[in-house]
């Protein structure tokens, strides 16, 4: 389970562990993901599925959840979804065994998401490239912070201009939604501004 900067994904997150535990079900907590880390976790661990707790680009109002089975394969309405629809709408769960209840623990998959990155890229073939990126005060920043470490210790020349990089629920800066023309506005001005060859925008929880 991983889980956005909304103010409410925390708690969401933690509710949704408890269940989990309570159904005999042992939970790994990525703490603060995007739903792509949660997609790549979910495969690389081999782990029986993943859940992201996000509304993605929607309103600040909004959360919701986003599910995958093992390998990372979509959960929709005719490969398990409505099941879950099914079995919550019953309402009749049968009560906590504290003997079977699963365990929890927090874990870091950081590292090796950032390799399974770098290993799409041939760092020698990389001509000085200046990057504005825009994290729209989503969960994208820590997975910028370490690209740009490891961008360092590898030698490739890229510099990265970030603005709206610190994740903050309130999205001080407006939802981020890249699709708006309005929420460009911000990294069109920087790429101008810092003379950059390119702007990348991400939405919330940076699968867009």
Known sequence: VGGDVRLTSESLKLALSQGLQDAGTDVLDIGLSGTEEIYFSTFHLGVDGGIEVTASHNPI????MKLVREGSRPISGDTGL???QYLAEQN???PVDSEKRGG?????????????LINYINPSLFK????????GNGAAGHVIDALEKRFSELK????LIKIHHEPDGTFPNGIPNPLLPECRQDTTDAVLMHDADMGIAFDGDFDR
């Open 61 to 64: 109002d909004y959360n919701g």
């Open 82 to 84: 409505r099941d879950i």
């Open 92 to 94: 009749e769960f049968p």
């Open 104 to 116: 929890y623990k927090k874990i870091s998959i950081i590292n090796d998401y950032v390799e399974h």
């Open 128 to 135: 000085p490239l200046k990057l504005v990126v825009n994290t």
């Open 156 to 159: 490739i020349p890229i510099t």
